[in-house]
């Protein structure tokens, strides 16, 4: 028994070796790949689904190549952007935001020119030193209006840089914050005089796509305000910002962040209605409406031929840094940011394991598991993508369907290994069966007494019961197998059929038949109407007696003779077929599980049921592999033509059944016993 036992758990461990290595693989290729992967499905589920902007108050206004062809090359005065910052300011803009640095002073300030034409006489340059500083002007502008000034985070800062403002922000600070070791700022005329400023600096993941914008960076030591985040605190009117590991707060507007501070963006495309070229401002161009900036945020910036401040987004493989800040200011005023959780790794990272142990439950439990695997499978990646259009969360599905797809091929891979290793055995056996059989012809006359011995005669059957019509024929082949068949009332109101085919030929394959029909009719006697626990009895005692030496397959049904309910149990045997009164044959496909004798299994009981004249019609595969001279096989699909079968008594129904065999095979010599059964239904 305890060598059994072992045998039995062989396989089991092969499939949880192969599941395990499957598992194994799949999280390190996740671990490698995973970040990579996972970036360019959310950036397939935006460039699928854009954020709607239609509906900004957020106004772009570029210095574009139509503005450089009206005023002049770049740089620019700080004339032209004292004009803009002016305009702006009278048509009520509720923020004008520079994305543009002014960390020098004006080329055309008074000490400027006179170094450019040195030879101007001295009291030519002391009238020119008497004009005020454009840059003092430009600030005196900006003094007026709400302005925020653009700085940069970088590695050295230029001597003599003014001293900048704390930022106003309270609390915590996630714990990754970009750190920078100076900050570039404005020439103090300016500086001074801005409501506020921000850093512009975004730095792009590992594959150069920009998805996330900081909000709070480190420069010089002291924590500092992102562009976009100091931009939208002035436009919602706040005073401070309350930070936190998680969240950036301003207003009442609470924004989630990652590790670094960053706020994850959901792009979309900004309208062409809302990018007006600074031409056109500075034109007071008549296309303009007068309303155009009243209450809104203004963001300037750079967007003309040569400009650097470029960058790749998940929909867009070039955009403008404006639009990007622009973007952002409208994401913090109006919501529909994108957030991955911290959490979303460990349940991604559960959901893979649960996955991996429902394949691995196919394996080992069958059925159950295969549907919750598969549904599983299809829930992941729809839950996923709804978690990302309603709520905007990251959740990744390719993690778990990654781990569980490999642990699903896995299991398949050792299934398919197991199963062809038992067929090669099983072919190996039937070859050495069939050498063995056509050793001598005594041998097989021995076998063919052996197994005509063994089936009850026709008459017999005949007279089982009045209220069903039971018959049956063997025609052994020249090659003796093990085919047999038994019909037995288990008691007054019920009757069990079988049909079996050993594989093997010869004298082993009769005798073996021969112990499987006793064994058949002790477990008949002992659990009676069960025809699986039957089926499991059986299979049981042979492997205990025989090992894999040899197999059986066999079908099982017991008939109440009252109803006509039928219970079945296959082993690896052909599937029944019913033969109603009109003659119009169906194949019943049974579940069923592997031949007897192979490997420990619990075969399920499964049931139909006969109405009155209905014929149920068993046979071996000495039918369905029948051959004709061209090597063609008889099949089943013959028998369920209509008008085929004989209708009638079931002598009848199984004489049709051997004329159709032989006159197909036309004379050529059979290779396989030929059984079938035919059990009628009367009723009472």
Not at 376 to 405: K, Q, W, Y
Request: proline letters at 6%; a negative charge.
């Amino acid at each position: 028994m305890t060598g059994l036992k072992s045998a039995s758990r062989r396989p089991a461990r092969r499939i949880v070796a192969s599941w395990f290595f499957a598992v194994v693989a799949a999280v390190l290729l996740s671990v490698l790949l995973g970040e990579r992967i996972r970036n360019v499905l959310f950036d397939n589920w935006q460039e699928a689904k854009p954020r709607d902007l239609a509906a900004t108050d957020v106004r772009v206004v570029l210095v574009d190549n139509a503005s450089i062809a009206a005023v002049g090359s770049w740089p620019w005065p700080r004339y032209y952007f004292a004009r803009l910052t002016e305009e702006l300011a009278a048509r009520q803009a509720r923020v004008i935001a520079f994305d543009i640095f002014f960390s020098e002073p004006d080329r055309t300030s008074p000490e400027s020119f006179l170094s450019f034409y040195p030879e101007t006489s001295a009291a030519a340059a002391s009238e020119i030193r008497k004009l005020e500083p454009m840059d003092k002007l430009f600030g005196q502008v900006i003094g007026a209006a709400p302005v925020v000034l653009a700085h940069a985070a970088v590695n050295d800062a230029a001597d003599g840089s003014p001293v900048i403002s704390e930022a106003p922000i309270d609390g915590k600070f996630p714990p990754k914050l970009e750190s920078w070791p100076a900050e570039l700022a404005a020439i103090p005329e300016i500086e001074d005089a801005a409501l506020g400023h921000g850093l512009v600096n975004v730095r792009p993941d590992g594959d150069g796509v920009t998805r996330a914008v900081p909000l709070i960076l480190r420069a010089s030591g002291k924590p500092r305000t992102g562009f976009a985040l100091e931009t939208a605190r002035h436009a919602l009117g706040s005073d401070r910002i309350t930070s936190n590991a998680t969240y950036i707060r301003v207003g009442n507007r609470t924004i989630p962040v990652d590790a670094h501070g960053r706020m994850r963006l959901h792009f979309g495309n900004f309208p062409s209605n809302r990018i007006i070229s600074a031409s056109d401002v500075l034109g007071n161009s008549p296309e303009l409406k007068a309303d155009e900036f009243a209450g809104k945020t203004v963001v300037i910036g750079l967007a003309a031929d040569g400009s650097s401040d470029i960058a790749a987004t998940p929909i867009r493989a070039e955009e403008w840094g404006p639009l990007i800040q622009a973007q952002a200011v409208d994401t913090i005023l109006r919501g529909g940011w994108l957030e991955r959780p911290r959490w979303a790794r460990w349940v991604e990272w559960f959901v893979s394991g649960t996955t991996a142990l429902l394949a691995l439950g196919i394996a080992l439990f069958n059925r159950p598991y295969r549907v919750a695997f598969a549904l599983t499978l299809i829930a992941i990646p729809i839950a996923c993508l709804f978690l990302f259009r309603i709520h905007g969360l990251l959740i990744d599905p390719l993690r778990p369907m990654l781990v569980g797809g490999s642990a699903a091929l896995g299991v398949a891979t050792s299934l398919f290994a197991l199963a062809r290793a038992d067929r090669e055995r099983l072919r190996g056996a039937l070859v050495q069966e069939r050498i063995a059989a056509a050793e001598t012809e005594g041998e097989l006359q021995a076998a063919r007494a052996i197994q005509l011995g063994m089936v009850p005669p026709r008459e017999k059957l005949r007279n089982l019961d009045p209220r069903v019509d039971v018959d049956a024929l063997l025609e052994p082949a020249r090659s003796v197998g093990g085919d047999f068949y038994d019909a037995v009332k288990v008691d007054d109101d019920h009757l069990a059929v079988a049909i079996a085919d050993v594989t093997g030929k010869g004298v082993p394959a009769a005798l073996f038949m021969a112990m499987s029909k006793a064994l058949t009719g002790s477990a008949l006697s002992q659990v009676r109407r069960d025809p699986a626990a039957i089926l499991a009895s059986i299979n049981e005692q042979l492997l205990k007696d025989y090992g894999e030496a040899m197999s059986v397959t066999m079908l099982l049904a017991i008939i109440d003779l009252g109803s006509g309910d039928v219970q079945l149990a296959c082993a690896g045997h052909d599937h029944p077929i019913v033969v109603g009164t009109d003659g119009e044959a169906a194949r019943i496909e049974l579940e069923g599980g592997p031949p007897l004798s192979i490997l420990p299994f619990d075969y399920p009981a499964e049931q139909l049921k006969l109405e009155r004249g209905e014929t149920l019609l068993l046979i071996t595969d000495g039918v369905t592999e029948a051959q004709d001279s061209s090597q063609r096989l008889f099949g089943s699909e013959r028998l369920l033509q209509a008008g085929t079968l004989s209708i009638g008594s079931a002598s009848q129904t199984c004489r049709s059944v051997r004329d159709l065999v032989r006159d197909f095979e036309a004379g050529t010599e059979a290779t396989d016993d030929l059984t079938v059964m035919a059990v009628r239904y009367v009723g009472a």
